[in-house]
């Protein structure tokens, strides 16, 4: 159970120093999840802890490693925290290579619980992105292919412009993701939108070959010459 302990100082076991200092005894909260729970083998992922109990004001830590992807090495890292608040936010450091890496978190950076298990990916390769346009008002089921596009990530998302959408793994080298309509505002006319995918919601890979999804005003037909013909083609 929390309890809050006062800390002296004795230099001959009998006289003790003043003023006391205070130490806190807090249970270990266990972790109930991650978001994301995946991110690319060269870190810099943020991740939040959602823990079991409030976050007290502590010396958080996680911890990445004791096997897989870390190669048995232990990486402890500071964790910031918000006050009344049971989430807790590390970043990862870099792996050696993709799989699953134990992480672990402590109130003094020390004595650790849980662990929680984050995977690490290796970064997606992609070839381009079919079709490359579609129309202003949105709904282009656009098709991305490259390598390293499903498995570990856990927030797969297409980016068009600055909107997000949810994109459906077809295997391993395709995702695919509807493009949404310009947004409004936009200048008339065909629209360039940059075009990137994520695994987890945070780093971004662009997908397009020529780096952008463009949308275009449906075109009108005027005139049809002519207007009839023989059924032989």
Do not use: K, M, W
Not at 12 to 39: C, F
Not at 95 to 123: D, I, K, R
Not at 131 to 149: C, D, E, F, K, Q
Not at 177 to 197: E, I, S, V
């Amino acid at each position: 159970a929390a309890a809050d302990e006062l800390l002296l100082l004795t230099l001959n076991g009998q006289q003790y120093e003043a003023p006391p200092l205070n130490y806190s005894v807090r249970d270990q909260p266990t972790i109930l999840g991650l978001s994301p729970s995946s991110g690319p083998a060269a870190g810099g992922t943020a991740i939040s802890l959602t823990l079991s109990s409030r976050a007290a004001a502590a010396d958080h830590h996680c911890r990445f490693g004791g096997g897989g992807a870390l190669d048995d090495d232990v990486d402890v890292t500071a964790a910031d925290h918000a006050n009344a608040s049971n989430i807790v936010v590390c970043v990862s450091p870099p792996a050696s290579e993709g799989g699953a890496s134990e992480l672990a978190h402590s109130l003094n950076g020390q004595q650790f619980g849980g662990p929680s298990v984050f995977t690490y990916y290796a970064p997606p390769q992609t070839d381009g992105a079919v079709p490359a346009s579609g129309p202003r008002a949105g709904g282009t089921n656009v098709t991305v292919t490259g390598a390293g596009l499903g498995g570990a990530g856990s927030h797969v998302l297409c980016r068009f412009g600055e909107e997000l959408i949810n994109a459906s793994r077809v295997d391993e080298s395709t995702l695919r993701c509807f493009a949404p309509a310009a947004p409004g505002g936009a200048p008339a006319g065909d629209l360039a939108r940059p075009l990137a995918l994520t695994l987890n919601g945070q780093q971004f890979t662009e997908a397009a070959a020529d780096g952008a999804f463009v949308q275009y005003e449906p075109p009108q037909i005027s005139t049809l010459y002519p207007v009839s013909g023989p059924a032989t083609g």
